[in-house]
């Protein structure tokens, strides 16, 4: 083993020069490689030999090039081989921007990430958004706009949680700090009419008639991805992606972050609660009314036929509609 001295307890990401201390460490001949402590692979670190004791061969100062994370040095020195362990200095988040990360469903907003040791933008370096200690999204450094030393840009993911997540650098596996990742909770703007379906009502006396068998529209933000578990309570009952209504269409269908379309059911009513529910985390109740019942005729019609009516309890018929 080769013994080193690195001040201030570990190796600066942008690089540095070490003293290596140990025997029979060779001549000009000797070379190094940089192997990581990961993944075992050979490192693109470049390594060169400053001075050297060349009469005992028992000391080297090496310049070390840019890197991070947990790595081992291997000197060979005519073939054969000694190893010494090092570490880069840990990566560490002192700010981001915007400073709360609470971002969309759709994803595709800018985060930046300021501090120190984000490493070289190596494969060993990634931004990870752990939910309950479970990798949920990782952007790899080639896989954002700009990976430095102390500066990350990157867009935010598409996607959902119910709950916090941590997000965090990894850099050759020595971890950040962590700060705190949302999803901006759903929420229903409005309501709207959707399309007919296998509906019989007479829409000029309402489109939200009581037989139902039509889509209303919701419109908002923050409705999840299409792998998001959706669930819509109305009226007392409950709703999922799941379930269709009796003529097979489905009753909850997602079309977009800001769009579901719902198969209204048969029902009857003013101001019913309705509520969308992603994973877990539940909108604003928003209020749903069907639409009024209109009466279009009577008979007998008193306007028409006065006398047709009397005091012995005739039977009165009402035609119209939503009754």
């Not at 977009?256 to 994973?279: A, R």
Request: charged share 20%; proline share 4%; glycine share 12%.
């Amino acid at each position: 083993l080769l013994g080193t001295s690195v001040s201030g307890g570990g190796i600066p990401t942008t690089g540095t020069s070490i003293i290596i201390r140990g025997s029979n460490l060779g001549g000009g001949t000797s070379s190094f490689k940089v192997l990581s402590k990961v993944t075992g692979k050979e490192k693109d670190t470049k390594v060169e030999i400053v001075d050297q004791d060349t009469v005992n061969h028992k000391w080297m100062e090496v310049a070390i090039g840019e890197g991070e994370g947990r790595i081992t040095l291997q000197l060979n020195s005519s073939g054969n081989l000694a190893y010494a362990d090092l570490n880069y200095t840990g990566p560490i988040i002192n700010a981001s921007m915007p400073g709360s990360l609470t971002m969309p469903t759709g994803g595709g907003e800018t985060i930046e990430l300021v501090g120190s040791s984000f490493g070289s933008g190596s494969d060993d370096c990634e931004v990870v958004l752990m939910y309950k200690g479970v990798k949920k999204y990782s952007y790899k450094a080639n896989n954002v706009s700009v990976y430095n030393h102390s500066y990350i840009r990157f867009l935010s993911p598409e996607g959902e949680a119910d709950g916090p997540m941590d997000l965090k650098v990894v850099a050759g596996g020595l971890h950040s700090n962590v700060i705190q990742f949302n999803f901006s909770k759903p929420y229903i703007e409005r309501i709207g009419y959707g399309s007919d379906r296998s509906s019989v009502c007479e829409k000029e006396y309402g489109k939200f008639c009581p037989d139902g068998g039509y889509a209303i529209k919701l419109e908002g933000e923050n409705f999840g991805s299409s792998k998001a578990d959706l669930t819509i309570l109305f009226n007392g009952k409950t709703y999922t992606t799941d379930d269709d209504s009796d003529d097979g269409y489905a009753m909850v269908k997602r079309m977009s972050h800001t769009l579901i379309y719902f198969h209204m059911p048969s029902g009857i009513g003013k101001n019913i609660d309705l509520q969308l529910v992603v994973g877990t985390v539940a909108t604003p109740v928003v209020l749903y009314s069907y639409s009024a019942p209109v009466v279009a005729a009577r008979s007998p019609n008193a306007a028409l036929s006065p006398t047709d009516f009397n005091a012995n309890g005739d039977v009165l018929t009402i035609y119209g509609y939503n009754f």
